[in-house]
């Protein structure tokens, strides 16, 4: 569970402000460029370039990898696939994708695991790669204005703090398993849909929806304001999980290992739950905490 910070990191709630960076649009030559080089790849390919994309399409694209991720993405906005990357072991699993790729016009090429390794800049990318247009998160009030309204209920994830993309991506896994609505990201935070990330979340960044609050947005009083309780996540001294309070419209506050979460959040919940346990460990960490807290909810209100 979380570790509530250290005084001199407390931020206030008002602090999360929206922070999307956005680079230059493509000029005329840059364009021609990119539909060049989206052009269906030659049977025998030269291997890909690894050298470091423009700041401004490295703002705009994000190489994804992994097979579920890449599997994903494809059947949920292929319109935003730009190139593909793939070994020769992956090419009948990825056959759809190839064709696809063919009929649109889109580049791809069949390289060497070594390639992958760093393209994918991992070595755990399954042997394939898509160079995919980037999703920026949505409005705190465009995400809630999407949800089913009160008193149905619904599961908001806020993360204070939460900088690790491989905990980002597990909490996104067991979100889309367990049909969470959406998860809010403060301003300042450096979590993107990475490809770490979405390797890790295993297709699950695809279905749940991210959303930042716009520049000093109260986030607190819109959840409030929409009809959620704040609850806040914490090692010790709140009500159990599994007795404890945990509304059909719940906003889920999860800090960082290590730092926890702001003590102005904790002040502010409606709720402050623990998981109960054995005690031979202080806590568990962000990604299996979520998992259980999204199960209980599930449990209660969707089973």
Same mark, same amino acid.
């Given at each position: 569970m979380d570790r509530t910070r250290k005084p001199g990191r407390d931020?206030?709630?008002?602090?999360?402000?929206?922070?999307?960076?956005?680079?230059?649009?493509?000029?005329?030559?840059?364009r021609e460029r990119l539909r060049r080089d989206n052009a269906p790849a030659p049977s025998s390919p030269p291997p890909p370039s690894t050298r470091s994309a423009p700041a401004h399409q490295r703002h705009e694209e994000v190489r994804l990898f992994g097979i579920n991720a890449c599997q994903a993405v494809f059947q949920h906005r292929p319109q935003d696939?730009?190139?593909?990357?793939?070994?020769?072991?992956?090419?009948a699993a990825f056959k759809p994708v190839l064709a696809w790729c063919v009929r649109e016009r889109v580049g791809y090429r069949i390289v060497e695991g070594a390639d992958l390794d760093k393209l994918a800049a991992s070595q755990h990318h399954e042997g394939v790669c898509f160079e995919v247009r980037r999703r920026a998160p949505l409005a705190l009030d465009a995400l809630l204005a999407q949800l089913p309204a009160a008193p149905a209920p619904a599961l908001?994830?806020?993360?204070? @703090?939460?900088?690790?993309?491989?905990?980002?991506?597990?909490? %996104?896994?067991? !979100? &889309?398993?367990?049909?969470?609505? @959406?998860i809010v990201l403060p301003a300042d935070s450096?979590?993107? %849909?990475?490809? !770490? &990330?979405?390797r890790v979340a295993e297709g699950g960044a695809e279905i749940v929806a991210l959303a930042r609050p716009e520049a000093g947005q109260d986030v607190v009083a819109t959840l409030r304001h929409a009809g959620f309780a704040v609850v806040a996540t914490v090692p010790r001294?709140?009500?159990?999980?599994?007795?404890?309070g945990l509304p059909g419209r719940t906003a889920v506050v999860f800090g960082a290992e290590g730092e926890g979460m702001s003590a102005g959040l904790i002040r502010v919940a409606d709720h402050r739950l623990t998981i109960p346990g054995t005690g031979n460990v202080e806590s568990l960490n962000i990604a299996a905490s979520a998992a259980v807290l999204f199960a209980e909810y599930f449990r209660r209100h969707k089973a």
């Open positions: 931020t206030p709630t008002s602090a999360w402000d929206n922070a999307r960076p956005r680079g230059p649009r493509p000029d005329k030559r840059e696939v730009r190139k593909v990357y793939l070994t020769e072991e992956r090419i908001l994830v806020v993360l204070d @703090g939460v900088g690790n993309p491989h905990n980002f991506g597990a909490v %996104l896994r067991s !979100a &889309a398993h367990f049909g969470v609505a @959406g450096p979590l993107t %849909l990475s490809g !770490a &990330a979405c001294a709140g009500e159990a999980l599994f007795t404890g």
